[in-house]
Nanobody, 123 residues
């Protein structure tokens, strides 16, 4: 059974940093892509960043490029999202997701999801 477990969310002031982690288990993820999405109240779930397990190719949404960095630790089956220079508009529940193949921005094309972790950025 595939499990994705996020951790690392919390409350931070604008300009601060947080590091989210997603621990994956239950199968081999070598041919999979991992994505981070976020959803704020009343808004649609949006793509934030993605990475492929095998070659580490990364993709970012324009709104976070240069501030957020996605990485993976193959030995620990864990994906991280380093978030720097946080803004109040980054406030959302952040989800980790997995799909076979390449990174895509459409949330409905991902097969597995974590439970989410809340990130709140105060002004």
């Amino acid at each position: 059974q595939v499990q994705l477990v996020e951790s690392g969310g919390g409350l931070v002031q604008a300009g601060g940093s947080l590091r989210l982690s997603c621990a994956a288990s239950g199968r081999t993820f070598s041919d999979y892509a991992m994505g981070w999405f976020r959803q704020a109240p009343g808004k649609v779930r949006e793509f934030v960043a993605g990475i492929t397990w095998t070659d580490g190719i990364t993709h970012y949404a324009g709104s976070v490029k240069g501030r957020l960095t996605i990485s993976r630790d193959n030995a620990k089956n864990t994906v991280h999202l380093q978030m720097d220079s946080l803004k109040p508009e980054d406030t959302a529940v952040y989800y980790c997701a997995a799909r076979w193949g390449t990174v895509v921005a459409n949330w409905f094309r991902y097969d597995y999801w974590g439970q989410g972790t809340q990130v709140t950025v105060s002004s």
